[in-house]
């Protein structure tokens, strides 16, 4: 792991008293988000970036890490991602902000993905189907609230 990586979830998961840390994870697990993400970043995103690809060969850089491993269940539930500086990837200064072209390079690539996750829906939609419910719907009120008040 990073060292970056491992300060912030040594920092994050620290932070919160032990109670917090599993109301917090046991609301997450309660409301399918980590499920979610999962099949986000195992199908929907690697259709979208081969859709993506095909229509500009070579010119297509994906901006999100690749889930390299997914658990559910006992003992814990786990997702473990790409670590994305190693293609050259860095976070910015978020004290700062993105200068002008950075952000037109986020906007160009949330346009991109957008249009090809539409294209998608159009092509297989069986696939998107899963995720047309926000996760922030009157359904997962109880747990999303429940990990915003074990993090604040």
């Not at 008293?17 to 988000?33: P, Y």
């Not at 200064?93 to 993105?98: A, H, Y």
């Not at 957008?114 to 189907?129: D, N, Q």
Request: net charge negative.
């Amino acid at each position: 792991m990073h060292e970056s990586t491992q300060a912030f979830l040594q920092l994050f998961f620290f932070s919160l008293e032990k109670e917090n840390l599993f109301n917090c994870l046991q609301a997450a697990s309660d409301s399918g988000v980590f499920e979610r993400e999962a099949g986000a970043l195992l199908t929907i995103m690697p259709t979208v970036y081969r859709l993506l690809d095909d229509k500009s060969p070579g010119e297509f850089q994906p901006f999100t890490a690749r889930c390299l491993y997914y658990h559910s269940g006992s003992p814990a539930t786990a997702i473990v991602l790409d670590d994305l500086t190693e293609q050259g990837f860095r976070l910015a200064d978020r004290t700062v902000g993105l200068d002008m072209q950075h952000c037109l390079l986020v906007m160009k690539a949330i346009a991109q993905s957008h249009a090809a996750s539409a294209v998608l829906h159009l092509k297989e939609p069986h696939i998107i189907k899963p995720f047309i419910e926000s996760i922030f719907c009157e359904r997962q009120r109880k747990n999303i609230e429940q990990i915003f008040q074990s993090v604040l």
